[in-house]
């Protein structure tokens, strides 16, 4: 493996993702000095942070702990919001992102957690994993059906890597030993899987809450379609590429209908006076230039449904870069 292989490890506190991580990045867990990932099994997590480390194989990002109450370390509306921030300038691409449990029964909270896990990561559902700890392959075998249920079609990996205090020298080599193979399980099966590294597409706390009012802004005429096309400019400005794309389709999408509604004539009119008010420090003149672009490809297309989304691939560039590159101070 020449280039390093790179995986972030999601999951509730105290389900092993920090014991997966050292045994990445060092081979094994130790008792008689300190671990690269802290390690602790009590309830509250022992991660505040965010952590990553690499050799010369892996970069490993082991996530701060979900699902602890507002007592926390962490509590866990805080523990998501940090994972979005976090990872939503995360400019190294990843092979894997895995969601991390214990062998044990699904619960409601189970199912919350990989609920927020596919929302957080929803962009790049091609490298998720589901790794289960504490756990052989036997009774992975044993409740597939049921773990299809909950986590769908997502490579399951089990993994056991004991570190309880050893009574004797014999527990000492016992347990290394089942670390020793589990690990070689493990990175076999990534070999095997062999991930290309994907960029995350990932949303911060403020976009995820931008994007709520993106939804509520698309129930306005023309106000909505504008502010689509503008917010596709940001995100384009910011690496956000499908979103972006998605943003500009739907705007252009709905200054079609707008202009079906109320003529081409009003539409770029309004539009530019939304553009202004939305964003003052900007010229009006590239504002004008840009929705007027609309109004000239709405009349090339004659305002057919199905030649939309091909038609705005010949504008998209040149609306989307202009309008970022102009509003995105504005809106950061």
Known sequence: MSEKISIVLFGLTGQGKSSIANMLIQGDIYHNKDNSFKINNKVEGASFQIQYFMNNEFIVYDTIGVGEPDTGSVPHTEAVEKLRNYFSTCEVPLNYIAFVKKKDRWTEQDCSNFKIFKEIFKESEKIFIIIITECKQKWVDENINTLRNNVGT?????????????????????????????????????????????????????????????????????????????????????????????????????AVLDAMSVGIGTVVSSSGKVITESAGNVATNIAGENVGNLGKLVNQIGVVPDTVAAATKGIETNIVSKVGSSLSKTFL
């Open 154 to 254: 997502y490579p399951i990996i089990p993994v056991d890597f004991p570190f309880e205090d050893p009574e004797d020298e014999d527990d000492v080599v016992f347990q290394e030993r089942k670390r020793k193979q589990s690990i070689q399980i493990l990175t076999e099966n990534l070999s095997r899987l062999n991930y290309e590294p994907m960029k995350l597409q990932v949303l911060s706390s403020n976009m995820t809450f931008e994007t709520k009012v993106d939804k509520i802004l698309e129930l306005v005429p023309v106000a909505g379609s504008t502010y689509n096309l503008i917010s596709s400019g940001v995100y384009y400005k910011l690496g956000k590429q499908n979103l972006a794309e998605e943003r500009f389709i739907n705007g252009f999408e709905r």
